[in-house]
């Protein structure tokens, strides 16, 4: 019997208990624990300096208030960047496949940035359901059409973020497939399509 391409996306099951939990928990045991001593290991030191770099660089474009979301922000980067990372391996399953646990990262965070900006900056927030020099005819439009993408953007950007990394896991086991099937028959055209298999990997990985 053929088994669905789509099956990789499905959250797989033990004993009827879904498995997904298990691959949102496992990035956390792979990061070593930074020790109360002064002198760390090599393995701690390079994690240090990669979180710090990585932090300079994710803060750069903020002001300092903006800077006391850097753990959360940091936080939910690195564990995003394993997880997918993680799913690009074989007989893996990754949970950023799935809508729901986009959505359940995308809403509450986004809720924040809407409450935290109307409560610090309500003028400057406001200001942005309308855009500067608008004709007063377009006023009430432009605040229906701004206010529908602000609530609609948490939605959209997940649902882009999920059919991106779809996209890309089922393109590499199409291609994969191809290149079993041709291996035998067609050597040549198998090699090639395995270099456009290698070349989408690492595609993915940008994507990851």
């Not at 099951?13 to 290991?41: D, E, F, K, Q």
């Not at 729901?100 to 309500?122: C, D, E, H, K």
């Not at 005819?137 to 229906?144: A, E, K, R, T």
């Not at 070349?199 to 940008?206: D, F, I, P, S």
Request: aromatic share 8%.
């Amino acid at each position: 019997m053929m088994v669905s391409f789509f099956d990789q996306f499905a959250s797989p099951l033990y004993l009827g208990i879904p498995l997904i939990a298990i691959a949102i928990t496992l990035p956390w045991v792979l990061y070593p624990t930074p020790s109360s001593r002064w002198i760390n290991n090599r393995l701690i030191t390079i994690q240090g300096w990669l979180i710090n770099r990585f932090t300079n660089q994710l803060m750069l474009p903020l002001n300092m208030g903006g800077h006391k979301w850097a753990l959360l922000l940091v936080s939910l980067m690195v564990f995003l960047i394993t997880i997918n990372m993680l799913g690009l391996l074989p007989y893996t399953f990754t949970p950023t496949t799935q809508l729901s646990l986009n959505m359940g990262f995308a809403v509450p965070l986004w809720l924040a940035t809407v409450i935290i900006g109307m409560r610090n900056q309500p003028t400057v927030a406001l200001g942005h359901l309308l855009p500067e020099g608008t004709p007063i005819p377009l006023i009430p439009v432009l605040i229906i059409i701004e206010t529908i993408s602000l609530f609609i953007r948490p939605l959209a950007l997940g649902v882009r973020l999920t059919a991106n990394l779809t996209a890309g896991h089922l393109l590499i086991q199409l291609i994969a497939t191809a290149v079993f099937v041709l291996l035998p028959m067609m050597p040549t055209v198998a090699i090639l399509t395995a270099t456009v298999l290698f070349l989408l990997t690492l595609l993915e990985v940008a994507v990851a």
